[in-house]
């Protein structure tokens, strides 16, 4: 009997702490918050973006993790965010794409994307970094109710850094300029030179990609014709071109005559002619 007696003290207390359980759970408000993965930010709440790795791209997505705490409905439910116009340096139209009025929580989703929209063609963003800062904000689905992470900031521009092998095949590839390295990137991708000589099985590659971009300075003409299903050189008068890419036709290179030797030449960002060894 006592034994009996003991299982059924146990299984009420069981019962009633379920019960407690579940009311702590059901009755909680349910809340948004960014949930942003720690080795993929520089910092928590922030992404940062270049386009100057992708020179064929006039706009790109960037797609920020939203997470709900609380229960999964069979219906979608809708969020907001807005931006902070006080801590926001981009413009809405000429750098990112209008934020949507709201965003839905999908049905049984404990989870969702924002996908934010950016644009390349601005040519401030060569030298300067734009960002946007968001928040969410409560609505009729959601509150808010994790203020530590109910914001987030995208950061991007166009702008190159000098890369650190540049400087050891400075012989071949000559003095570091942006334009250069933009160039590089379209005629050769996004493939790194070696970076020291203790790497000697891949001096050849790196030999072979700057002759790549040899090719290309020194003739953009056959290049561009041998690439004409992605690239585009636009004739403005005998002594001028226009080079960009078909797919990105808001950034333009000029291609201009020198007399002095009879040649055409990309200029960089210092007005000087582009050449290489």
């Known amino acids: 009997m006592t034994r009996y ?13 379920c019960r407690d359980e579940d009311e702590l759970l059901y009755r909680s408000p349910d809340n948004v918050f960014f949930n942003f993965d720690d080795e993929n930010t520089n910092d928590r709440d922030s992404v940062f973006y270049t386009f100057a790795y992708n020179p064929e791209l006039g706009s790109d997505t960037v797609f920020l993790p939203v997470t709900i705490s609380g229960k ?24 990112y794409e209008p934020l949507e009025a ?105 030999l072979f990609l700057i002759d790549q971009l040899r090719k290309f300075i020194n003739d953009p003409f056959s290049w561009a014709e041998a690439h004409s299903d992605e690239y585009s050189l636009e004739k403005v008068n005998d002594q001028l071109y226009y080079f960009y890419s078909i797919s990105n036709p808001d950034t333009k290179y000029e291609l201009t005559y020198y007399p002095d030797d009879a040649k055409f030449y990309f200029y960089n960002e210092h007005n000087q002619r582009v050449t290489i060894n």
Request: proline share 6%; net charge negative; hydrophobic share 45%.
């Open 72 to 95: 999964r409905i069979p219906h979608d439910r809708k969020f907001f965010v807005s931006v902070v116009d006080s801590a926001t340096t981009a413009v809405p139209g000429t750098h």
């Open 5 to 17: 007696l003991t299982l059924l003290i146990l299984a009420s207390i069981s019962l009633f702490s």
């Open 102 to 206: 709201y965003y839905l929580m999908p049905a049984d989703s404990g989870q969702t994307h924002i996908p934010f929209i950016m644009y390349s063609s601005d040519p401030i963003l060569a030298d300067t970094s734009v960002s946007v800062s968001m928040v969410l904000r409560s609505g009729e689905d959601f509150g808010v109710g994790f203020p530590d992470f109910i914001a987030a900031k995208v950061v991007f521009s166009n702008r190159l850094e000098k890369p650190e092998w540049w400087d050891l095949w400075v012989g071949q590839l000559g003095a570091y300029s942006r334009t250069k390295h933009q160039l590089y990137l379209i005629a050769v991708g996004n493939q790194d030179l070696i970076s020291s000589y203790a790497d000697y099985l891949f001096i050849p590659r790196s």
